[in-house]
């Protein structure tokens, strides 16, 4: 059985740093893309990065390009999200997910046009205030 474990979230002041962590059970991690996404409250869930099988292509929104950074540890089955300089819009609930077709597919992330996330972790809180 596939699983999806995300951990990390929490409290954080504006311009702080965050570390996600995806944990992955039932698969073997390092043939799947896995994506990152986030629930705002009272807006729809959204896209906001991927990695591909074996890191060859990663993929962000522009509102985090140059602020998140998405990395993988094969040997720990744990993808990460680090996220600098944090917004107060970056609060959100975050998953990550995968697509059970993105396997051995390095540069999924960028070319995959209709992705289908079957796996989904269930989210971790990441609130940004003062």
């Known amino acids: 059985q596939v699983q999806l474990v995300e951990s990390g979230g929490g409290l954080v002041q504006p311009g702080g740093s965050l570390r996600l962590s995806c944990a992955a059970s039932g698969l073997p991690l390092d043939e799947y893309a896995i994506a990152w996404f986030r629930q705002a409250p009272g807006k729809e869930r959204e896209g906001i990065s991927c990695i591909s099988a074996s890191a060859g292509s990663t993929d962000y929104i522009d509102s985090v390009k140059g602020r998140f950074t998405v990395s993988r540890d094969d040997a720990k089955k744990t993808v990460y999200l680090q996220m600098n300089n944090l917004k107060y819009e970056d609060t959100a609930i975050y998953y990550c997910?995968?697509?059970?077709?993105?396997?051995?597919?390095?540069?999924?992330?960028?070319?995959?046009?209709?992705?289908?996330?079957?796996?989904w972790g269930q989210g971790t809180q990441v609130t940004v205030s003062s």
């Open positions: 997910a995968t697509d059970i077709s993105s396997r051995g597919r390095s540069m999924y992330c960028k070319n995959e046009a209709r992705p289908q996330w079957d796996y």
